[in-house]
């Protein structure tokens, strides 16, 4: 059982930058590759980032490519998600997860090969 804990959700105007955290319970969170997905008011959940387990890949949803940076450390079990140049369209809830099973980039985007979920912490962009 792995439990994934979000924090540093918040209101930036746009411009702004905001780093969220993902804290994970699991003993062998270094197993898992983790993924950043994101879901606005009446919109599907989407795909924001993903990380191998590792941390020597990294992955990208077009629509934050070049603002974003996913990390991990595997030592203090975390993930973070560096954003900067924030838009009002980055308004959502953001939720970290864990995926077991997937190893690979074709997979890490789609939420469904995600076991493991977060709570959510929510990000507010301001015009």
């Known amino acids: 059982q792995v439990q994934l804990v979000e924090s540093g959700g918040g209101l930036v105007q746009a411009g702004g930058s905001l780093r969220l955290s993902c804290a994970a319970s699991?003993?062998?969170?270094?197993?898992?590759?983790m993924g950043w997905f994101r879901q606005a008011p009446g919109k599907e959940r989407e795909f924001v980032a993903a990380?191998?387990?590792?941390?020597?890949?990294?992955y990208y949803a077009d629509s934050v490519k070049g603002r974003v940076t996913i990390s991990r450390d595997n030592a203090e079990k975390t993930v973070l998600l560096q954003m900067n140049s924030l838009k009002p369209e980055d308004t959502a809830g953001y939720y970290c997860?864990?995926?077991?099973?997937?190893?690979?980039?074709?997979?890490?985007?789609?939420?469904?090969?995600?076991?493991?979920w977060g709570q959510g912490t929510q990000v507010t962009v301001s015009s």
């Open positions: 997860a864990a995926s077991g099973t997937c190893t690979v980039s074709a997979c890490l985007s789609i939420k469904r090969r995600y076991e493991y």
């Open positions: 699991a003993r062998t969170f270094s197993t898992y590759a």
């Open positions: 990380i191998s387990r590792t941390g020597d890949s990294t």
